[in-house]
């Protein structure tokens, strides 16, 4: 014998070489390895915020990828960085997800930057969704504030897509201003839809705006609710869910039936970088969907 | 687990076989401090002579040899309008020779977050697989908690495993390479006399140690979240990060990327990162979920002794006080745990 | 970058030296792998040190050097009202560098040690940020090439650039150092702005701040540390007034 031991080659290994795929989570494969996608339109939604549509490039690829409203992917634009972004469109499309882009750091202004063609990398999907499956034939709250819109914006097209399995559907929206509301083009079809009620509200109303002014808790207490069969999914920044919550919790609704979606720092996607932790709590593998009981028991969440 | 008594003298052969065709990695001294202790450090050696396996403990531990400070995880090559992307796993054999319970005790935490069943990771098992481990026991080092966290013995994850008995080694042996590489020199099977002698050195040790109170530990940080303890350690923290660097379990990291002058190439760059610094918990934006030295300093504490032991029933830390040593404040583990204790108390 | 269709921006860079020793503006023509590639980055139109085109049409300027006299700033007001990004580039300029030592000294005293009879008009040494607003500061003495690099590849893709928040002590870990207050040196390292590689520490002389304050400094508990091991005051303040970085903070 001249070698100590034989070289491990992980390479060889048999699920190494299967194709790839980050539902397939429990098993060995290229962590670093990203989906090539290109960017098919860009949306602008705000001056702060574009929507992207992107379309993985490989068509075996575009078949394996699916998604549930809620996840997340982690974004590589290569030599700029990676950056976590929750899917605002619909699962049902394969291969194919729009992701809202706020413009913060590098990555995003480089983003904002580019142009349609562009190829960019994809790693996902990752983390929990909104258990959608689980509220069928219930009432559904959908309450976003601010860019919470973003994330909801997954499940409200998926209840939209299956609206008979849900009994009343309200989406319910407020920003600071009205010139931050996201998506303002597609209320007027949200709206449009029999049975779907969409309230949106601003804090503070410019001379153009004719719609409500207050907060978004204010549209919840003209509202009549069974809490024992309604469930609420509410994205936004922390203190604007912890009210709602609040005001949900005291109408009866049991915390174990709200949803929110928390943002934290995230490199890795997989439970490895801790930079998202919330006391010892993976956003990126116990969230970033959590129910509000949850929340509630992690230390330093809200 | 199987058992073989070497001689020293075979000892040195079998480190001059594995230094043969394989990098070596021992502690070796490489210094004296102002008060005219030895400094050691797990380096790459070239002969016998620089190994010392009498250290008492090193100020890095090994685990950069496992989850290096710096790596490149995949590259970019740009070609015009499209990318091409390039991942490379270390696969050179490498033997670490001399690592104490501690540090084989962390590998195997380690094992647990980075070769478990959600996303295992390909950089990591590579190394591991490829790292052949000859552990051996020593007497308790200063300010050394181990016993009190459960590492203070080992039974698994090293390849040999050496227990020294005056003349000769009590050789554990764990693997089938483990087992391999010892038949290029001369051993023997165990006497009853090595079996009494090999368990008398580990009652030897183990009464050393000066226990740490640790019992509820967990429960007790639920309580003590709002203790003004974390606030007086936490006034005396400098957010060097030198700890988690130290720490032979601190496995966070960032990315980076980074784009060769010429535009041609690209590399993502993985960082092991500190809790401790500022940024740790700062989203795009701005928005920092610890802002302040207390929660981070708490953050770590928590996910040592509180978090991992949710999560696999067993504490992050392994007692090596290696973060104790290093940190210029003095802010270690054993005086944090005692004040919670005695906060409790009272 | 062309994979993005986006078209780099070619920034029109000019470097102006004020009080220094030139050693920053060295810099940018440093590291011989990469120095063709980071000119050709931009549009090089005015800089004494290795061209004599001089133009004013610049849209970037690198300032090097602390103000001294009355007729820098003259020059140095010029200079911001033309350029849209305003760099002040090495310790000297950023804080005024050791050059600011003077100011501790009886100017006539001084002049008379250093020029004897031909006696030099001085001002008390400055940072350029107290005397014109700047847009950003890159510390060092001298500046790190590779992060000079990095900040002129933003200013080319036009976004911002981040410093690190950690302190010199990262960079000095990763590199196995044995800490140099284990040996008995002082050592700025856990207050002083990380970045720089730590090649001081590393090299065994522990670090001297030149790069200035860390995000956060704790330098209440450094003070503590140092005395502890029994530094003299005077020794811990001349280190961390060396290049000047912690004016102010003392």
Redesign the interface.
């Known amino acids: ?5 034989h ?5 060889q290994e048999a699920e ?1 070489t299967q194709p790839l795929d980050y539902n397939r ?10 989906f ?1 996608s290109e960017i098919i339109n860009v949306i602008p939604l705000t001056d702060m915020e574009k929507l992207f549509q992107l379309r993985i490039l490989d068509e075996a690829e575009r078949e394996r990828f699916s998604f549930l409203p809620g996840q997340f992917v982690m974004v ?8 976590p972004i929750s899917i605002s469109s619909s699962p049902s499309h394969k291969g194919y997800i729009e992701l809202c882009i ?1 413009k ?3 990555v ?3 983003l904002h ?7 960019v ?1 994809l790693r996902g999907p990752f983390g929990t969704h909104f258990p959608i499956e689980k509220m069928r034939r219930n009432n559904i709250l959908l309450i976003a504030g601010g860019l919470g819109l973003a994330p909801l914006r997954a499940p409200i097209l998926n209840v939209i897509e299956n609206r008979t399995d849900f009994k009343d559907v309200h989406i319910l929206y407020g920003t600071r201003q009205s010139d931050m509301l996201l998506f303002s083009y597609q209320y007027e079809e949200w709206n449009r839809i029999a049975d779907i009620n969409l309230r949106v509200i601003v804090e503070q109303a410019d001379p153009t705006w004719t719609g409500s002014v207050g907060l978004i808790t204010d549209l919840l207490k003209e509202m009549r609710i069974e809490p024992m069969q309604t469930y609420a999914i509410i994205c936004g920044p922390p203190v604007m869910f912890k009210f709602v919550c609040a005001h949900l919790q005291q109408e009866g609704i049991p915390m174990d039936r709200m949803f929110v979606s928390l ?3 995230m ?2 996607g ?6 998202c ?5 993976y956003t990126c ?1 116990s969230g970033p969907v959590f129910d509000y009981w949850t929340v509630m028991n992690l ?2 969440a809200i | 687990m199987l058992f073989k008594i070497l001689s020293k003298e075979e000892f040195r052969n079998f480190i001059d076989f594995l230094l043969k065709d394989t990098e070596v990695i021992a502690p070796k001294q490489i210094n004296v401090n102002a008060d005219g202790k030895a400094i050691y450090q797990f380096l790459p050696v070239q002969n016998f002579e620089e190994i010392r396996l009498d250290y008492e403990t090193t100020d890095y531990s090994a685990k950069t040899y496992f989850l290096p400070y710096k790596e490149d995880l995949s590259s970019c090559s740009f070609l015009g309008t499209i990318w091409d992307r390039e991942i490379k796993y270390r696969i050179q054999p490498r033997a670490i020779v001399g690592l104490h319970a501690c540090d084989i005790n962390a590998l195997l935490k380690l094992d647990k977050v980075l070769a478990g069943d959600r996303f295992p990771s390909p950089y990591y098992i590579s190394r591991r697989k490829n790292t052949f481990i000859v552990g051996i026991d020593h007497d308790p080092c200063e300010g050394g908690f181990c016993q009190s966290v459960g590492a203070d013995v080992v039974t698994h994850g090293f390849d040999l495993y050496l227990t020294d008995l005056g003349d000769r080694y009590f050789a554990a042996i764990n693997s089938n390479r483990g087992f391999n590489a010892l038949q290029q020199v001369k051993t023997r099977e165990p006497t009853a006399r090595d079996n009494n002698d090999y368990l008398e050195v580990r009652r030897r040790i183990a009464s050393q140690f000066k226990p740490l109170e640790v019992h509820n530990l967990p429960n007790l940080m639920d309580i003590e979240f709002e203790s003004k303890v974390w606030k007086k350690w936490a006034d005396k923290c400098m957010s060097c990060g030198s700890c988690a660097m130290v720490c032979p379990t601190c496995y966070c990291y960032g990315v980076e990327e980074r784009i060769t002058m010429n535009n041609a190439k690209s590399a993502k760059i993985k960082q092991l990162y500190s809790c401790q610094f500022l940024d740790f918990a700062t989203v795009a934006g701005g928005l920092n979920f610890r802002p302040d030295r207390e929660t981070r300093l708490k953050y770590r504490y928590y996910h040592q002794h509180r978090g991992f032991v949710e999560a696999y029933e067993e504490p992050l830390c392994v007692g090596c006080y290696r973060c104790g040593r290093v940190c210029l404040a003095d802010i270690n583990p054993p005086d944090i745990i005692q004040d919670l204790q005695t906060e409790y108390q009272e | 970058m062309k994979y993005l269709g986006i078209k780099p921006k070619r920034p029109k860079i000019a470097v102006f030296d004020f009080t220094g020793c030139e050693g920053c503006e060295l810099q940018l023509v440093n590291k011989e792998e990469t120095v063709i590639d980071f000119l050709g980055s931009v549009d090089v139109i005015n800089f004494r040190e290795i061209s004599s085109t001089i133009s004013n049409d610049f849209e970037v300027a690198f300032i090097e050097g602390a103000i001294t006299r009355d007729d820098e700033i003259n020059r140095l007001n010029e200079i911001r009202e033309q350029a849209k990004v305003l760099i002040a580039l090495g310790s000297c300029a950023c804080f005024g560098g050791v050059n600011r030592l003077k100011n501790a000294y009886d100017f006539k005293k001084a002049n008379q040690e250093v020029y004897g009879k031909q006696h030099k008009e001085t001002l008390p040494a400055r940072a350029v940020k107290e005397i014109i607003a700047v847009d950003l500061q890159i510390p060092g003495c001298p500046v790190d090439k590779p992060e000079v690099e990095r900040i002129v590849q933003h200013l080319v893709w036009d976004v911002p650039y981040q410093f690190p928040a950690y302190p010199v002590c990262f960079e000095c870990k990763q590199q196995y150092t044995t800490c140099v207050f284990e040996l008995g040196q002082l050592c700025l390292g856990p207050v002083t702005q990380g970045g720089c590689r730590a090649p001081c520490p590393v090299g065994g002389s522990g670090c001297w701040g030149c790069r200035g304050p860390a995000a956060d400094p704790h330098l209440k508990e450094f003070l503590q540390i140092a005395d502890e091991r029994e530094f003299s005051r005077k020794e811990i303040n001349e280190r961390l007034s060396f290049y000047s970085g912690f004016e102010g903070m003392l």
Do not use: W
């Open positions: 014998m001249t070698n100590l031991f070289p491990y080659y992980i390479t190494m989570r429990s098993r060995l494969k290229h962590v670093d390895q990203v090539r590589e634009v290569p030599g700029y960085g990676e950056i706020r913060a750091g590098v995003t202004s480089i930057k580019a142009n349609r063609g562009a190829v990398g943002e934290r720092r490199h890795c997989m439970g490895k970088c801790c930079r932790n919330i006391g010892s709590t593998l230390k330093e």
